[in-house]
């Protein structure tokens, strides 16, 4: 059984550019969960989903970030136009519902960096 | 709104030191407390959970309490080995009856152990 699996690993993109990471949820996980960690800063929540479905968006940057999970196929976290201050590593989380009592697997995670 | 403190920030032993990593939380209302691994580069790594109702877990060489009333889980490593360095986190879920925060992980900054044979 797979974990919560992410990808690309690293990206790395120049200014102006559109970034995409994609997170597929561990099986039979339908609510993801996406954080990303700044340099030198702890994780921060930025958007809840579940399937076809945005249920907290309140840790998204306003512009330029969007989310969605579709009901088929991977979670994708988009990114338009990034700048250097996007360079981090964005982490997402997955489970089977809103109420999930064992804690938190966590993927890889996908390492942005703007040039 | 909830606050997250590590302390320290840094830790650097010998090989075989006992050691104890803190952490804080400002808002008591939590669900549950869980201490993460994370290698540098690397993803998060689940090492314990404790639930609000319990006061410690145990896996192994790690033990990890929590007091709720006072805002406080420490993260205890026995017998610390090379291998065991890391940075650790430690992230609360808040005790809410809105679904939409369950997943709403508030996390503290970290702390960066070295151990050194």
């Known amino acids: 059984n797979a974990g919560v699996m992410q990808n690309p690993r690293h990206l790395v993109r120049r200014r102006g550019q559109e970034a995409r990471l994609r997170c597929s949820p561990m099986k039979g996980h339908s609510h993801v969960y996406w954080y990303r960690q700044l340099p030198e800063e702890g994780l921060k929540f930025m958007v809840y989903l579940q399937k076809e479905n945005i249920i907290d968006e309140s840790g998204m940057p306003k512009e330029r970030f969007s989310a969605e999970f579709p009901k088929e196929g991977p979670s994708i976290l988009r990114i338009q136009q990034v700048v250097r201050g996007d360079s981090a590593a964005y982490f997402c989380a997955s489970s089977p519902g809103p109420d999930w009592d064992y804690g938190y697997t966590f993927g890889s995670g996908t390492r942005l960096t703007v040039v | ?117």
Do not use: M
């Open chain 2, 1 to 117: 709104k909830q606050e997250v403190t590590q302390i320290p920030a840094a830790l650097s032993v010998p090989e075989g030191e006992n050691l104890v990593l803190n952490c804080s939380f400002t808002d008591s209302a939590i669900y549950n407390l869980q201490w993460f691994r994370q290698d540098p580069g690397k993803g998060l790594t689940s090492l314990l959970l404790i639930q609000s109702s319990q006061r410690e877990q145990t896996s192994g060489r790690l033990n990890a309490s929590l007091d709720k009333s006072s805002g406080r889980s420490t993260l205890y490593i026995a017998a610390s080995q090379p291998g065991d360095s890391a940075t650790y986190l430690c992230a609360v879920r808040p005790s809410s009856f809105r679904s939409t925060s369950y997943g709403k992980l508030t996390f503290g900054q970290g702390t960066i152990l070295t151990v050194h044979p």
